[in-house]
Every structure is written in structure tokens, then in C-alpha cells.
């Protein structure tokens, strides 16, 4: 059973049981809050409300355990860019003005903030209905509006299940702000008193980054004085020297032969620790031994999640020396081995890619040995190089080996960059779309945690060369590496949010603790003796998410686990 929940502004909550339909099955009633709504109703399988991020933060503070939601404004932003309008505002007033011909208010702006900071400070709230219109009202209209649009979709079931797992999503991304990351502050103290030296008055930069400033400056001759931190400083710096540089960029460094270059790639790493994770960061972000993010579901354009603030997805690994389990407790570290080739094999039905995909072993080793001679490094690049358009040069070569071997698979990505460049919208296999082109978020280029690997240089790539379809401009090339990735790493999102859906499922009434999440990464946070049992539930959530997002097939969804009182030590 389903019902529906909304708030007023003097806090209280209408609530009413809903038919398949979307419409009411009963009588609204009237509850002091949704906690009190919520706990005296423990039977309800799905609560259909305005936001989670609105409703589930109070929820959870409570003690109320929610098993599913239908999240009115996720579901909005899915639907809306299904119909080619990305971006349009998603909030229950702007659907509701939609459904009725008005003017469309707009989305509050995202604000990045600090974890000290109330949500009043930088958050304007929840978009106001206008006068006169009732929250139940306008949740059942957009509702069962909603529904409708969802059957008119090309694979309605599968569309309904992404509407789902957004929503599970939705409440996991609460729950895991909630409990937070535990974290050791006087840990983390050390290693940036170790990596950066003592810190000066004034504000000024921490030792190590002083000295290694002068040392760069020093290798570029006497009287030279160059802020490293200022790349128009660096790179005159280098003209000046007789070397011309496009970029800082660390993989560009790399190729030039001059005294300054190690001292800087130095600098820029300390540097982004410095600023990223310093002595500000923790003050800011570290509480009661937990670091908490506010995580943003679908907040990119491919569908994996960001945060506002913190920087909770980019912890570089020496910062994860402070990420230490409780006495008694242990973090289940768990990394989907080759997340993105295994979904290009589910979502293509290649059939040579999905029998790679479907053993347990390392997939780029199958794949090396099935088309590459046994180099997996080269099978490596080559894959990735399809999903992420490095198409030309070695690229082309590889992906003709990939052509013959695994022709579905190509086709599968070509299709999508040429459909980009044509300017049309590509879809993941539940139905996530891609903005349309010409949108600041339609042409941007993206990586995933595969490729960034791929590469050295901290996720640093170099420019991917153009696909190479005969098309009049870089806009529409650059468009279709955009395309070519979204229906793979797209896919790839929506298979999280079912393995995240599934493994809260499961995690529910124990103490275990899911408390981090990245692309291809989750942490569980649970008593010592429990920790073999996380790990076997985490595989089982990957599969059950593989088969309820792409159907029956042999690929296998395997997780590298890690049982560890510290997160560095899991990689």
C-alpha cells in the first residue's frame, strides 16, 4: 500500500491512502507532523512525498524507518528530461503550475556550503505553491500526472523502475549525511603537520609549500619570483624559460625537461590537499568523530551523484589515513570491479563482451587474451578509449580490434556519439536522458572512475581527440563524446541506485551503517563480527541491482571488498 504525505506551512501533514492509479483511496486526515504521520502507519510499503530532502532528514533524527518513497521533485527532473527538458524547474510548484498552463516559478539556486552552517544561511527552501492551493492537492495532481507520463514512455516498466531507484537513492543519500564517515581528527591533524609542515601566522602557506614556492622559483633563475598557484604565473614562467605549455596540467609536465617541473607537480598536490582537506576543511566538516556530506542524487548530468560541499567524493587517498572504524567496528570497503565495460556488456548484448563479463575473474585480462595478445594494459586503454572517444591515433587501432571481436559493443557506443552529433537525445536502458544539445551540461565531457584510472596524473587526462564522424564541428564532435559516454555511464548510475536500493534493504534493523558512496565505491561501517556478512550482502545487492536493471544476462557484477579498521588500507 502507498500513501500520500504533505506538509503545510504551520508544519502539519496531510496524509491519504493511494490506489494504483495515483488517486485518493480514502479520506485525507491530518497529522501534528509527518514524524507522528509516518510512525503511526508503520505498514505503509511506499510514502509518495514532495522531497526527501525535505521529509526524511526529520524522519530519520526520529528514529522513523521509511522503506520506500516516491520522490515527487526526483521524479519530476527524470521525467522532464525523458521529454527533452533538461534542466526545466522540478519542484512540486513548478509541476503543479505546469499541469495548469501558469507561469513556472524557478528552482531555488544550488549553494555549496559549510557542514557549520544552517540550512536557513544558504538553502531558500522548498519552492512555495501560490496562495490558496493546498500541499495535498498539488502532490496528487503532479502525482498521478506523473504516472501517466510514465506509462507514456517507450519501456514504461523500466522507466518505473528508475523512478524508483532515484527515490531509494534519495534516502539513502539522507541517511548516509546522517550517520557520516567516521573520521579521526587528531589523525588527521598529523598527517597534515607531516606532509605540510607547521602552519604560520597570518595565514600565510604552511612550511613545506613555502619552501617548495622558493625552490620553483629558484629553478627558474636569479630574481625570478613565480606563485605556482597562479598558472598565467607558471606558464609565462616557462615562456620565459623557452618552453611553451598550453596548460599546468599535471600530464603535460610530465612531458618537459626543466628543473621546476618536479618541485611543482609537487607543489599542486600539496596544494589541493592544502585547500581541498586542510586545517579549514576539518574545522569545518569533522564533528563528533563523523565527517557528514550532504550528498546530491543525480546531481550530474550522467546521473552520479556530487555533494554540496565537502568535497566528500574526491578524499584523496593519503587523507584517508583519518577514516578510521570504531573500536569494534570495521569500514566493508567494497569497489565494482570494472563497473562500466561489465554495463556496456549488459546494456549492448555483445555477446563476446558479456562471456568476458561473466566470469569473475578480471575482465581486462579476458579481454586481452580474446583480442589483445595478453596485453592487458593495451585491452585496457582500448576499451575505455570506446567508451571515452579516444578514437583516433592507437585509438583507432584498438577500436578495430574491438570492432571485430566485439562488434555489438562498438556499435552500441558509436550509435550513441553519432546520435549525439546529430543533436539527438540518447537514453540509458531504464530511460535516464541526456540533456539535449546546446545546454551548458549537453556538451560537457565526462570521465568515470575507470578511465581517470587509466591515466596517471590524479584523474588528469589528457584532451580525447575528436570521434571522428565527419562532423562539421567541434561542438557536435565534442557532443558526441558526451553521448557515447552518458548511455554507459549513465547505465551505470542507474544500476548504483538499485545496488544502493537493495543493500539498504537488507541493512535495515541491523546496526550496520552505510556511510559513503562513490560512483563505484560503497562503504558499510558495522560491527566487527557482522563485517563477512556486509560483504556477502553487498555482492548479493550488485546482482540483484544487475538483474533488475538489465535483465537476465551473464554479466556478473563483482565487488573488490575490503574488510579494514582504516580506509587507506583497503586499496
Not at 596540467?249 to 598536490?269: F, I
Request: with cysteine; proline share 7%.
Amino acid at each position: 500500500m502507498r500513501w500520500a504525505l504533505a506538509e503545510s506551512e504551520d508544519g502539519r501533514a496531510q496524509v491519504c491512502p493511494l490506489d494504483e492509479k495515483g488517486k485518493p483511496a480514502g479520506p485525507v486526515s491530518t497529522e501534528k507532523s509527518c514524524v507522528s504521520a509516518v510512525r503511526s502507519r508503520p505498514g505503509v510499503g511506499r510514502w509518495v512525498w514532495r522531497s526527501s530532502a525535505v521529509v526524511h532528514p526529520r524522519l530519520a533524527e526520529a528514529g522513523v524507518h521509511v522503506e520506500r518513497c516516491y520522490d515527487v521533485e526526483a521524479a519530476e527532473a527524470l521525467l522532464l528530461a525523458y521529454e527533452g527538458r533538461h534542466g526545466a524547474p522540478r519542484s512540486l510548484a513548478a509541476a503543479w503550475a505546469r499541469l495548469h498552463g501558469l507561469p513556472v516559478p524557478q528552482d531555488p539556486p544550488a549553494a555549496s556550503r559549510g557542514a557549520e552552517e544552517e540550512p536557513s544561511l544558504f538553502d531558500a527552501g522548498p519552492t512555495p505553491l501560490p496562495d490558496g492551493v493546498e500541499p495535498m492537492t498539488a502532490l496528487l495532481e503532479v502525482y498521478a500526472a506523473q504516472l501517466e507520463r510514465t506509462r507514456a514512455a517507450e519501456h514504461p516498466e523500466r522507466m518505473r523502475l528508475l523512478l524508483a531507484g532515484e527515490s531509494a537513492g534519495t534516502l539513502v543519500a539522507v541517511e548516509m549525511g546522517r550517520a557520516g564517515v567516521p573520521w579521526r581528527a587528531d589523525v588527521h591533524r598529523e598527517l597534515l603537520e607531516e606532509l605540510l609542515g607547521e602552519r604560520y601566522g597570518g595565514g600565510g602557506l604552511p612550511r613545506r609549500l613555502a619552501e617548495l614556492e622558493e625552490e620553483i622559483s629558484a629553478a627558474f633563475g636569479p630574481g625570478m619570483r613565480v606563485r605556482p598557484d597562479l598558472p598565467a604565473d607558471v606558464l609565462r614562467a616557462f615562456a620565459q624559460a623557452g618552453v611553451k605549455l598550453s596548460s599546468t596540467r599535471a600530464w603535460e609536465l610530465r612531458d618537459v625537461d626543466h628543473p621546476a617541473v618536479e618541485p611543482l607537480l609537487a607543489y599542486k598536490k600539496l596544494y589541493r590537499l592544502w585547500t581541498a582537506h586542510g586545517w579549514s576543511w576539518l574545522r569545518s566538516w569533522v564533528r563528533e568523530g563523523r565527517f557528514r556530506a550532504e550528498y546530491v542524487p543525480g546531481g550530474a548530468a550522467s546521473g552520479r551523484w556530487t555533494t554540496n560541499g565537502g568535497g566528500a567524493l574526491q578524499i584523496p587517498k593519503v587523507v584517508r589515513r583519518a577514516v578510521v572504524a570504531d573500536p569494534g567496528w570495521r569500514l566493508v570497503v567494497a569497489d565494482a570491479a570494472q563497473m562500466e565495460p561489465r554495463v556496456l556488456a549488459a546494456v549492448s548484448r555483445d555477446p563476446g563482451l558479456m562471456a568476458v563479463a561473466g566470469s569473475d575473474e578480471d575482465l581486462y585480462t579476458g579481454l586481452s587474451q580474446r583480442a589483445f595478445g595478453g596485453d592487458r594494459a593495451q585491452a585496457k586503454l582500448a576499451l575505455l578509449g570506446a567508451v571515452y572517444g579516444q578514437t583516433s591515433g592507437d585509438g583507432l587501432r584498438n577500436m578495430a580490434a574491438l570492432r571485430r571481436r566485439f562488434p555489438h559493443a562498438v556499435a552500441y557506443v558509436d550509435d550513441a556519439a553519432k546520435a549525439g552529433e546529430e543533436g539527438r537525445l540518447v537514453r540509458t536502458h531504464l530511460g535516464r536522458t541526456c540533456p539535449p544539445a546546446g545546454s551548458p551540461a549537453g556538451d560537457e565531457e565526462s570521465t568515470g572512475p575507470e578511465a581517470e584510472r587509466a591515466w596517471e596524473g590524479g584523474g588528469e587526462m589528457p584532451p580525447a581527440p575528436s570521434a571522428g564522424y565527419g562532423a562539421s564541428s567541434g561542438a557536435a564532435r565534442a557532443r558526441g563524446r558526451f553521448t557515447r559516454n552518458f548511455v554507459v555511464q549513465g547505465s551505470a548510475a542507474d544500476w548504483a541506485v538499485l545496488m544502493l536500493a537493495a543493500l539498504r534493504q537488507t541493512l535495515a534493523g541491523s546496526p550496520a551503517e552505510l556511510v559513503f558512496f562513490q560512483h563505484d565505491e560503497v562503504i558499510v561501517h558495522c560491527p566487527e563480527e557482522q563485517a563477512e556478512q556486509v560483504a556477502e550482502a553487498i555482492t548479493e545487492a550488485g546482482e540483484r541491482a544487475g538483474r533488475a536493471a538489465f535483465g537476465d544476462t551473464p554479466v556478473r557484477f563483482a565487488f573488490s571488498t575490503a574488510v579494514v579498521e582504516c580506509y587507506a588500507d583497503a586499496k
